[in-house]
């Protein structure tokens, strides 16, 4: 099997965070259709945009992620911060689609995606896998070449 390529960097990040940025971003995917409200993918979409795109610290998840990683006494683990920067940008496409397709009324289309985005989160969350690394490997990748 090919060997996984993540994009890499000098800054490093928090991985007891990111997981916790993880935990987040799959309830507020569910409250979304819980409550049938567009609100929590918006939030999250403002969220992955600050993690993705800027250089800013302090997304909402992220300050949340940090009190309870304080609450709960996590240890700092410090991780590779570009991979993380990549599944954010991807989180941003995926919530995007959450969010308009279900102001379009594609109730079904937008469970779908938003099933997709659960799924890559619970495994950052529970095992500490990153989907986004197997995706650079396989299709970003391959375009570079």
Same mark, same amino acid.
Request: charged share 10%; aromatic share 16%.
């Given at each position: 099997m090919k060997q996984i390529v993540c994009p890499i960097s #000098?800054?490093?990040?928090?991985?007891?965070?990111?997981? &916790? #940025?993880?935990?987040?971003? !799959?309830?507020?995917? !569910?409250?979304?259709? @819980?409550?049938?409200? @567009?609100?929590?993918?918006? @939030? &999250?979409?403002?969220?992955?945009?600050?993690?993705?795109?800027? =250089?800013? =610290?302090?997304?909402?998840?992220?300050?949340?992620?940090?009190g309870l990683a304080r609450l709960l006494n996590l240890n700092n683990k410090p991780t590779d911060k570009a991979p993380k920067i990549f599944a954010a940008r991807l989180g941003f496409i995926m919530t995007l689609m959450v969010a308009t397709l279900f102001l379009l009324q594609l109730y079904t289309a937008s469970m779908i995606v938003a099933g997709v985005l659960i799924f890559c989160a619970l495994l950052e969350f529970a095992f500490n896998i990153c989907l986004g690394c197997i995706i650079y490997t396989f299709l970003v990748l391959p375009l570079y070449k």
């Open positions: #000098n800054e490093q990040v928090n991985e007891s965070l990111t997981r &916790l #940025n993880a935990f987040f971003t !799959i309830m507020l995917v !569910i409250a979304g259709f @819980v409550f049938n409200s @567009v609100l929590f993918p918006l @939030v &999250l979409l403002a969220d992955f945009y600050v993690r993705a795109f800027t =250089k800013s =610290k302090f997304s909402p998840l992220s300050v949340a992620s940090a």
